[in-house]
């Protein structure tokens, strides 16, 4: 995984979750108005609340996960900068006729 395909997934899974939710929801209406249940406004706003809210908590799941990653990363890449940083030092002093 490369540092960039962090924001796409995020896009993507967002893009996923908007059309999975779009694709479900004209059937649910059509549920609803069958039954011919009225739905009100405080109903609606509460779903929607809901609906937001967990889009939201895997956002930021996401977001966790993609600085997770990029600080792996950024310590699988200082390691070995500290590693040759002491190599180089230990050398030194072999040179100088430390050690």
């Known amino acids: 995984m490369t540092q960039k395909s962090g924001p796409l997934f995020l896009l993507g899974l967002s893009g996923l979750t908007i059309?999975?939710?779009?694709?479900?929801?004209?059937?649910v209406y059509a549920f609803a108005r069958r039954q011919?249940?009225?739905?009100?406004l405080t109903e609606s706003?509460?779903?929607?609340?809901v609906?937001?809210?967990?889009l939201t908590s895997v956002g930021c799941g996401l977001y966790g996960f993609y600085i997770y990653e990029t600080d792996l990363q950024e310590e699988a890449t200082r390691f070995p900068r500290r590693l040759l940083t002491r190599s180089s030092c230990i050398t030194t002093w072999i040179f100088c006729g430390l050690i």
């Not at 011919?36 to 009100?40: A, H, I, L, Q």
């Not at 706003?45 to 609340?49: K, P, R, S």
């Not at 609906?51 to 967990?54: F, P, S, V």
């Open 19 to 27: 059309f999975t939710y779009l694709a479900l929801a004209p059937s």
């Open 36 to 40: 011919r249940e009225r739905v009100s």
């Open 45 to 49: 706003l509460v779903v929607g609340g």
């Open 51 to 54: 609906l937001l809210l967990m």
